[in-house]
Nanobody, 115 residues
Framework: VQLVEFGGGLVQPGGSLRLSCAAS????????MRWYRQAPEKERVWVAT????????DYADSVKGRFTISRDNAKNTVYLQMNSLKVEDTAVYLC?????????WGQGTQVTVSS
């Protein structure tokens, strides 16, 4: 299993970024995918989920209405569109898959929101 995130960077408050996570090594279309984030010296927290069946989504209250998770099963990729970014969104963003009772994480991509 491999998860590779990209698309992070430096953005001003109010700006947008689109993160991608390319997955391989497992039946992607059958697995629920999640995004988490971890700010410096803080615990890793859940951000968003997109289910394998039906593609329903859930969001943490802190990002609801600003972030959108989506997936392209043909490309084995999950996305996180982040709009109206705030300074407090600064963190390393990681994608997650639970496969065969094992938690897998990517290496993360840094998102910095600063003026």
């Amino acid at each position: 299993v491999q998860l590779v995130e990209f698309g992070g960077g430096l953005v001003q408050p109010g700006g947008s970024l689109r993160l991608s996570c390319a997955a391989s090594g497992f039946p992607f279309s059958s697995v629920t995918m999640r995004w988490y984030r971890q700010a410096p010296e803080k615990e890793r927290v859940w951000v968003a989920t997109i289910r394998s069946v039906g593609g329903s989504t859930d969001y943490a209250d802190s990002v609801k209405g600003r972030f959108t998770i989506s997936r392209d099963n043909a490309k084995n990729t999950v996305y996180l569109q982040m709009n109206s970014l705030k300074v407090e969104d600064t963190a390393v963003y990681l994608c997650h898959a639970y496969v065969d009772r094992v938690n897998y994480w990517g290496q993360g991509t840094q998102v910095t929101v600063s003026s």
